[in-house]
Structures are given as structure tokens and as C-alpha cells.
């Protein structure tokens, strides 16, 4: 069965930086692009970033502004979400998503910007 785990979220300051992580299991991990997603209280899910395979393309959304990082590992099954400078606009619940034929959503985890 295919599941998708998320680490890493938490309460960081203004500024400060968050890694999170997302661990694939239950499926052929590596032939499967990997997106993040947030979703605010009252705001639809929004698309965070996206790493393609087999090329490793990445592509963000407008709002990322350089700011984060999308990477993967496919020996690890795990694909991470390096966060900087971060603004209190990025508090939201992140998720993971495998994209194949199929797709699959991890369960989130909670991010917190706040002072």
C-alpha cells in the first residue's frame, strides 16, 4: 500500500529556516514526480514546488520567490522542502504528493511562522 510520510514542520520565527521531509514507501518511488502543497485555513491548496523525473526539473510557485528549495532522494525514497527566510504568509499545513498514473498525498505536516 502506498503511503506517504511528512516531517519536519513546526513554529519557526520570521526569518528563520524549516527542512521538511517527506518519506515514500508502498510504491516505486523514484519513477514518480514529487510535489509540496499548502493549504491555509479558508484557502485552497496551492502547488509549493515540483521535482520531475527523470530530469530533475523544478519548477515554484510565483510566491516561493527563490526562497525555497525542493530536492530528492531516491535511494532514501524521500523528497525535502528546504524553507528560508520565511514570512508568516507561509504558515500553513504542507503535504506531499507522488504524481504518476496515479497519485498519492501524504497527511501534512503543520508549519507556523510566527513571532
Known amino acids: 500500500q502506498a503511503q506517504l510520510v511528512e516531517s519536519g514542520g513546526g513554529l519557526v520565527q520570521p526569518g528563520g529556516s524549516l527542512t521538511l521531509s517527506c518519506v515514500g514507501s508502498?510504491?516505486?518511488?523514484?519513477?514518480?514526480?514529487m510535489s509540496w502543497y499548502r493549504q491555509s485555513p479558508g484557502k485552497e491548496r496551492e502547488l509549493v514546488a515540483t521535482i520531475s523525473v527523470p530530469s530533475g526539473y523544478t519548477n515554484y510557485g510565483d510566491f516561493v520567490r527563490g526562497r525555497f528549495n525542493i530536492s530528492r532522494d531516491n535511494a532514501k525514497s524521500t523528497v525535502y522542502l528546504q524553507m528560508n527566510e520565511l514570512e508568516s504568509e507561509d504558515t500553513a499545513v504542507y503535504y506531499c504528493?507522488?504524481?504518476?498514473?496515479?497519485?498519492?498525498w501524504g497527511q501534512g505536516t503543520q508549519v507556523t511562522v510566527s513571532s
Open positions: 504528493k507522488a504524481i504518476k498514473r496515479q497519485t498519492y
Open positions: 508502498g510504491f516505486d518511488f523514484a519513477s514518480f514526480a
